[in-house]
């Protein structure tokens, strides 16, 4: 497979040998690709083309509503890529109570859900759970605290529930008998979020992430 420019125009196409009677004249100028990447190359624009179609889909996440402590506390999480704060240039994520752990080369951000809610174990059920890699703390400032960081490049790690995310109408959520507040227990499969919807779009993206503040 041939990649050709066509005589008068700025743009190149892929073409297999066996087309090129059916090209036309071209210039003097083209680069000769073995076939297997040349088919790796139009794989690679196709999906990166499909990716920037996608990336229109993204929209702010206010999960305030069922993350813990939003009435005190404040996280937001934000895209630092220039291609992505085109399409969304305030706050991708927003939500209460933050946790961070530090895995070695993967970190991981979390929030946890309302507290009158529990998973089926009676343990924590969270609203966001997402892998960083190049976890940096950048500053502190009256109170408010700065990183920055790489979302996993693993889509299947990018776990957000979405804002229209009702508990009470999860189907199999009881209330518990055994202890005083009643709180919502939910199935064993919401423990944690769904994979997010658009993860294979902004999976490998720098985003900071900022603690405190209203």
Not at 12 to 39: C, F, M, T, W
Not at 78 to 83: A, G, H, M, N, T
Not at 156 to 185: T, Y
Request: charged share 25%; hydrophobic share 35%; proline share 5%.
């Amino acid at each position: 497979m041939k990649l050709k420019r066509i005589p008068g125009s700025t743009n190149s196409r892929i073409v297999s040998a066996a087309d090129d009677k059916d090209i036309g004249q071209v210039s003097d100028h083209e680069i000769v690709y073995p076939n297997d990447l040349a088919q790796e190359i139009v794989g690679s624009v196709n999906s990166e083309l499909k990716k920037r179609q996608c990336a229109r889909n993204l929209k702010a996440l206010n999960l305030s509503s069922i993350s813990r402590g939003s009435d005190v506390l404040r996280t937001s999480i934000r895209f630092e890529d220039y291609d992505i704060r085109g399409i969304l240039s305030g706050p991708w994520l927003e939500f209460g109570e933050c946790w961070i752990q530090n895995g070695g080369s993967i970190c991981q951000v979390s929030s946890p859900i309302r507290d009158d809610i529990t998973d089926f174990a009676h343990d924590t059920a969270w609203v966001v759970r997402i892998d960083l890699v190049g976890f940096q703390y950048i500053y502190t400032r009256r109170h408010v605290t700065y990183f920055r960081a790489y979302l996993t490049p693993d889509p299947k790690d990018i776990l957000i529930h979405s804002p229209d995310f009702i508990p009470e109408k999860v189907e199999g959520a009881i209330r518990c008998s055994n202890c005083q507040d009643n709180h919502l227990i939910l199935p064993e499969d919401y423990y944690v979020p769904p994979v997010y919807e658009l993860a294979h779009v902004v999976a490998g993206k720098q985003v900071s992430i900022v603690m405190g503040g209203r």
